[in-house]
């Protein structure tokens, strides 16, 4: 499935797939909220050491499968495959857009 995503997203999940950290990070603004696996990290420090734990453990691949978008609110279905039991799951991304970065990302079921 092709979607247009918002730049920043389709740049985010880019860097996702080639496990480059310094390209998640900086989709991220300085003062980002991310929320997985019951923790929250703000910020650029934290979100960077949250990529690169989540990326060496995991290792995922993120294949797109729907999209959702409701002003600066953007749900993004996507088929994650990786280093982790039960791979591959349909996890959502909800994001929060700011002006020309994500401020805001919780990912869940």
């Known amino acids: 499935m092709?979607?247009?995503?918002p730049e920043?997203?389709?740049a985010y999940f880019?860097?996702?797939n080639r496990r480059d950290i310094d390209g998640m990070l900086s989709c991220f603004a300085e003062?980002?909220?991310v929320r997985d696996e019951g923790e929250d990290m703000r910020g650029r420090a934290e979100i960077r050491a949250w990529i690169e734990?989540?990326?060496e453990k995991y290792g995922i691949t993120a294949e797109i499968?729907?999209?959702e978008a409701h002003g600066d609110a953007i749900k993004i279905a996507a088929r994650v495959s990786g280093t982790f039991s039960g791979s591959p799951i349909t996890l959502n991304y909800n994001f929060t857009l700011g002006a020309r970065e994500i401020v805001g990302l919780e990912i869940g079921l």
């Open 2 to 5: 092709t979607l247009s995503l």
């Open 8 to 10: 920043k997203l389709a």
């Open 14 to 16: 880019a860097a996702v």
């Open 31 to 33: 003062d980002a909220l």
């Open 53 to 55: 734990r989540t990326t």
């Open 65 to 67: 499968e729907g999209m």
